[in-house]
Nanobody, 113 residues
Framework: EVRLVESGGDLVQSGGSLRLSCRASGITFESLDMAWVRQALGKGPEWVASIKNDGSRTYYSDSVKDRFTISRDNAKRTVYLQLNSLKPEDTAVYYC??????WGQGTQVTVSS
């Protein structure tokens, strides 16, 4: 059974930081590109960042570039998203996604102004 389990979401003040984690099981993690996608209440999904299977390349949406950092530890089967300089508009449920259309259950990030 494929499982992606996110954690690390919380309520933080504007300008604060969080680190999200997504641990995978049931898949060959080191062979899969990974991504973070977020969805704010009442809005559609928004791609945030991606990382190649070996961590050699990363990609970011313009809205988070220079504030968020995606990384991975293949030995721990975990992908991370470091969120810095958070803004109220970053409030959303954050999902990790693996190639092959595997999704986690999401973790809530709420940024207060």
């Amino acid at each position: 059974e494929v499982r992606l389990v996110e954690s690390g979401g919380d309520l933080v003040q504007s300008g604060g930081s969080l680190r999200l984690s997504c641990r995978a099981s049931g898949i060959t993690f080191e062979s899969l590109d990974m991504a973070w996608v977020r969805q704010a209440l009442g809005k559609g999904p928004e791609w945030v960042a991606s990382i190649k299977n070996d961590g050699s390349r990363t990609y970011y949406s313009d809205s988070v570039k220079d504030r968020f950092t995606i990384s991975r530890d293949n030995a721990k089967r975990t992908v991370y998203l470091q969120l810095n300089s958070l803004k109220p508009e970053d409030t959303a449920v954050y999902y990790c996604k693996a190639t092959g259309d595997y999704w986690g259950q999401g973790t809530q990030v709420t940024v207060s102004s």
